[in-house]
């Protein structure tokens, strides 16, 4: 670990490169940036902890950038920390700390350490602006990822990305629900194949991933799906009706096994554990490409739950 008081983006860009000089690697090896916006040292703490599982999946430069803040001195000041080793795997982590004004162009302040020729991927870690793209970090990234439940109003931060998305942009959330969108499609597959006539999510409405999955539901089945508030911290069950009986997926409040229920068959006990942040991290970093059904289920499907 290294620190650099009083310094610059270049100059930590300089340091970096003599480090891996000196242990003889280099940076052919990073496959992309990772730019992690943070409101407070909570959040550097979180980022650092996700950067040994996510470097096994993706090796990667992470840059933590926190908000300008005041010092007893007035002068422009510009902090950074070096990580790398066994704190963080394969990854290389930049924390910036920027006082006095040194961080009012945040573009400029990660710039210089950007690996060239690799994706760059921005996270707002906590709080997230309204319009990710048209910020200055979201002009130069590749892809753009919030966290709604990190927000003081998930639903309202999930409402905002919808008037205001562009390609590129997502939301943590999405992988969050993964596995639930891969059991109830897996399910809806089994014979025999009949028409859900309508569903019901039960799960915190005040959380981004019961709505989200809704709204998914009702975009791909085309039918009405009421979303129940139950007290737990993401989804609890999901029904989906058809002529036969109901479809079910329940899951105990906030437990790892779920029950897999069809009529006239036996139920089914499934693992669905919560998902770490770690884990929708890596999913998200998969790809460069723009989620389109993201972009679909945010901006059509969300309106029709009910």
């Known amino acids: 670990m290294t620190f650099l008081t009083d310094t610059t983006s270049a100059h930590t860009a300089r340091e970096l490169e003599r480090m891996r000089a000196d242990a003889g690697s280099g940076a052919l090896g990073k496959v992309l940036n990772l730019i992690a916006v943070v409101k407070d040292e909570e959040g550097v703490r979180a980022v ?7 470097a096994q999946a993706h090796p990667l430069r992470i840059i933590i950038l926190l908000p300008d803040a005041d010092s007893d001195d007035a002068t422009p000041r510009l902090d950074a920390e070096i990580k790398r080793g066994d704190s963080v795997g394969v990854a290389e982590v930049v924390i910036l700390r920027p006082y006095n004004g040194a961080g009012e162009n945040q573009v ?146 906030d437990g790892d096994i779920a029950t897999l229920s069809r009529p006239g068959r036996a139920d089914l006990q499934i693992a669905m554990p919560m998902r770490s942040l770690q884990a929708q991290l890596i999913e998200e970093l998969r790809t460069v490409n723009d989620d389109l059904e993201f972009s679909e289920v945010i901006q059509e499907g969300l309106p029709l739950v009910n």
């Open 48 to 54: 650092s902890e996700s950067a040994l599982d996510v």
């Open 108 to 253: 400029s302040l990660v710039l210089p350490l950007l690996i060239p020729d690799a994706p760059v991927f921005t996270w707002w870690v906590q709080e997230a602006p309204k319009n990710p793209s048209a910020t200055g970090l979201g002009k130069v990234s590749t892809r753009r990822i919030t966290n709604a439940n990190a927000t003081r109003n998930p639903v309202a931060s999930l409402t905002a990305l919808a008037q205001n998305r562009q390609p590129g942009d997502t939301d943590l959330t999405w992988a969050g629900i993964t596995i639930w969108r891969s059991q109830l499609a897996a399910l809806l597959n089994e014979a025999p194949h009949e028409a859900v006539t309508s569903a019901e999510v039960y799960g915190n409405t005040n959380r981004a991933g019961a709505n989200l999955l809704a709204g998914w539901l009702a975009l791909r089945l085309g039918v009405s799906v009421h979303l129940e508030h139950c007290d737990s911290a993401g989804i609890e069950s999901v029904y989906m009706h058809r002529e036969s009986g109901a479809l079910s997926i329940s899951r105990p409040h």
